[in-house]
């Protein structure tokens, strides 16, 4: 008797989290993008693959104005160079506490489609890391070939984006 | 000789832009700003003062206010040891409508600033001091009715969660200079929120 109560409760348990699991995974593909938060060095990581890939890597945040005004030509660049050897990053440089409240939202409401990430490092190493000549402020935009970064401490636009693109496919 | 003449001119310019803004040991160049009570305000004001720290924030940057509390209590302890805090919202309100006069004597009542909160209305200031974003601090030592630069950037390395800080930059800067040492390290980097130039 006692051990089918057991019984009982495993199996109780066990069809919960089967629940809770299947509403996961749901939850996941309603979703647009997971975006995973990561350290300075994961995120060099992600542009260290290949070597012919041009990586267009953006310094943003939903706080940052600039920084929304320039994305939709970011998105535009990243879906015209589609199946050339470029992939786009977006670092979001928002708090991680602010990840669910802001990042989530700003991604599925204007439907970005280039891969995002969110960097939690210590500011004054990592920064430094990216450009010695760099303060902090954003938008910044590296274009990365080969591990070879070059750094533009502007805001971009169309234009200027695709012509540095091009200039380096 | 032309070329010369040209290269000349393009060195002084890139020199020019290289030397914007204050950098450790320049002397701070006096201002007037009107603070939220109205008043105006001088860094001359400060001469009795062993020095003072001014910190460019505004109300809108999320960075400036996860550091509201920890200005607040900068302020209350260094104020005593004769370093006031002095606050100065460097932002177009035409670009960052949070950051208009009004909404500074708001945020600043909300939170019980305990220390001046200056509105740098013509942007004349911060370009002067090379201040990019916000918060973005200058610690300056008055050296016999002189204030010098003794520390630029950051408050602390945990702009996140001020219980996972581990380098308390500003505070152990101020507590350098009244043992009278220079601050290690003299800079520092964050993030921050850029401060815009208004429009033309």
């Not at chain 2, 020199?15 to 160049?29: N, P, T």
């Not at chain 2, 601090?137 to 204030?147: A, R, W």
Request: proline share 5%; with cysteine.
């Amino acid at each position: 008797m006692r051990c089918r109560a057991v019984y009982v409760a495993v199996k109780q348990n066990t069809m919960r989290y089967l629940v809770l699991l299947l509403l996961f995974f749901i939850s996941f593909n309603i979703k647009s993008q997971q975006v995973p938060v990561i350290n300075y060095d994961e995120l060099e990581q992600l542009w260290s693959g290949s070597s012919d890939t041009l990586y267009v890597v953006n310094f943003w945040a939903t706080w940052c104005k600039p920084c929304i005004e320039e994305l939709p030509d970011f998105y535009k660049v990243n879906d015209e160079f589609k199946g050339k050897a470029f992939k786009m990053i977006l670092v979001s440089l928002d708090f991680p506490s602010h990840l669910e409240s802001r990042v989530l939202p700003f991604i599925e409401k204007n439907k970005v489609k280039p891969k995002v990430v969110l960097l939690n490092d210590d500011d004054n190493v990592w920064i430094n890391r990216v450009n010695p000549q760099w303060d902090g402020s954003i938008p910044v935009t590296l274009l990365i070939k080969n591990k070879k970064k070059q750094f533009h401490g502007t805001t971009l636009n169309y234009k200027e984006l695709k012509t540095l693109v091009e200039s380096k496919l | 000789m032309k070329k010369n003449y040209l290269f000349i001119v393009a060195l002084f310019a890139s020199l020019a832009v290289s030397a914007q803004g204050y950098k450790v040991g320049d002397e701070a160049m006096n201002f007037t700003l009107k603070n939220i009570d109205d008043k105006m305000v001088s860094l001359s004001d400060y001469a009795i003062e062993k020095g003072v720290v001014v910190i460019f924030t505004c109300n809108h940057c999320p960075y400036s206010v996860a550091y509201e509390d920890r200005i607040v209590a900068l302020d209350k302890k260094y104020k005593k040891k004769g370093f006031p805090v002095v606050a100065i919202n460097p932002n177009d309100p035409t670009e960052y409508p949070e950051d208009s006069f009004d909404n500074m004597k708001i945020r600043a009542k909300e939170k019980g600033f305990t220390f001046p909160y200056l509105f740098d209305e013509k942007q004349e200031v911060y370009p002067v001091y090379g201040a990019t974003k916000t918060p973005h601090v200058y610690l300056l030592k008055n050296n016999k009715g002189k204030f010098v630069v003794e520390y630029i950037g950051a408050i602390d390395n945990n702009s996140k969660d001020a219980d996972k800080v581990s380098e308390a930059y500003l505070a152990n800067a101020i507590d350098a200079l009244i043992a009278g040492n220079k601050p290690n390290p003299e800079l520092t980097k964050a993030v921050g929120c850029s401060i815009k130039p208004r429009k033309q």
